[in-house]
């Protein structure tokens, strides 16, 4: 299984920039504990002032899994998942859901 979500980044200012583009998975509802947001993926871009770039990032299944104590081994359950892009993790961009089964 591959997801590959993406982003437009672009550089609206008049100066030379970068930022870091920053992916976040969410379990919506795990039968265990996680983070609300897992970090998964980050790229740091450079723009020219005024230029657009799209960014991609690839998610693997295991992206989306635990590590399950019980069986020691890493664990995909279904349900649906919030992928989250942003520059940070309290400044989500952009979000879309997916549901595995």
Known sequence: MYIVPSVDV???????GQEIV???VRDMESSVPRPVKELK?????YL???KKKTIDFTLVE?????WDVA???WKLEP??????????SNTILAKAQLEIK
């Open 10 to 16: 672009e550089n609206t200012g008049n100066m030379d």
């Open 22 to 24: 920053q992916v976040y």
């Open 41 to 45: 993926g980050f790229q740091k871009v």
């Open 48 to 50: 020219k002032a005024g």
């Open 62 to 66: 295991r992206d989306f899994s635990f």
């Open 71 to 73: 069986t020691k081994e």
């Open 79 to 88: 349900g649906v998942f919030e992928i989250c892009i942003g520059s940070a």
